[in-house]
């Protein structure tokens, strides 16, 4: 476990901007580089935090109890300003996608809260309403790692997806019975980054409790709070058809095991390469 130390520790308001100094010389333990929804602590204090992403500079935002801190090196004042916390750390479907809803598949852009989509819950599958629909713009600085993902038509077997399918790197699909985020699942032939578009439109869909989405025919994660909802940029516009956003003690909190590792990924890309094979072959 690598040891990190920050000069500064910053709360932030739930827009992300400084509220006040939390402290000084702060160490952080985690072993790089951290994924979103991944943990760490700050060693002596018995908390930990989840984490939400980086930007330019290589500061991170860590939430604690549904409040996000930025962890820097940087002195940016109380109620001062940082850079944006951008790269590959958003969950989100590419606009375009289709979503199964209660009246067939629609672009994900067009959804709205209270829409009914089909929903999968462990082995229940059912319509159920969107409690909030993220909208967020991001840019290619970030390099190829933080380019879309793209899954070919087919790519990860039973005629899934029905068609190519567009998502970040960290959103996760549902591949034999476990949930891999996308960028763990890159062979560069049928599952790919697709580094050539400047600018992207990424959305994401929540419903009452973490579940699972019906997109371009393969199943994939609905939005599961990680403390980064206000960097989405519809964050303080928020309609409820029912119930509520999904509350701090909750965040992070997966409705299936999310695989980054060990043999049992390994011959998932094993099978996944074996079809990419059998599919330029035919």
């Known amino acids: 476990m690598a040891t990190e130390v920050f000069n500064v520790l910053y709360e932030l308001d739930s827009n992300g901007e400084i509220i006040r100094t939390v402290n000084f010389d702060v160490g952080t333990a985690f072993d790089t580089p951290l994924s979103v929804g991944e943990t760490f602590t700050i060693p002596d204090w018995s908390v930990t935090f989840t984490y939400v992403g980086t930007n330019e500079n290589g500061d991170i935002?860590?939430?604690?109890?549904?409040?996000?801190?930025?962890?820097?090196?940087?002195?940016?004042?109380?109620?001062?300003?940082?850079?944006?916390?951008?790269?590959t750390d958003f969950v989100c479907f590419l606009a375009g996608t289709l979503i199964a809803t209660e009246y067939g598949e629609v672009p994900v852009e067009t959804l709205r809260a209270g829409d009914l989509v089909l929903a999968r819950h462990g082995g229940q599958v059912s319509f159920k309403p969107l409690v909030w629909v993220g909208r967020m713009e991001a840019g290619a600085a970030s390099g190829a790692s933080g380019a879309p993902i793209i899954i070919e038509a087919g790519a990860l077997g039973q005629g899934m997806p029905v068609r190519d399918l567009g998502v970040s790197p960290e959103h996760a699909l549902l591949v034999d019975g476990v949930l891999i985020p996308a960028h763990l699942l890159v062979n560069g032939e049928t599952i790919r980054r697709e580094p050539t578009r400047r600018r992207v439109t990424y959305y994401h869909l929540e419903l009452e409790r973490h579940g699972l989405l019906l997109s371009d025919g393969a199943w994939s994660e609905s939005y599961r709070e990680a403390g980064n909802r206000h960097l989405f940029d519809n964050a303080g516009v928020t309609v409820m058809a029912s119930g509520a956003l999904s509350p701090p003690g909750q965040a992070g909190v997966a409705c299936l095991p999310i695989l980054r590792d060990g043999p049992r990924l390994a011959g998932i890309h094993r099978r996944l390469a074996a079809l990419s094979q059998r599919r330029q072959a035919a």
């Open 61 to 87: 935002v860590g939430t604690l109890d549904g409040t996000n801190y930025l962890f820097t090196d940087t002195s940016y004042g109380d109620g001062g300003a940082y850079p944006e916390i951008t790269g």
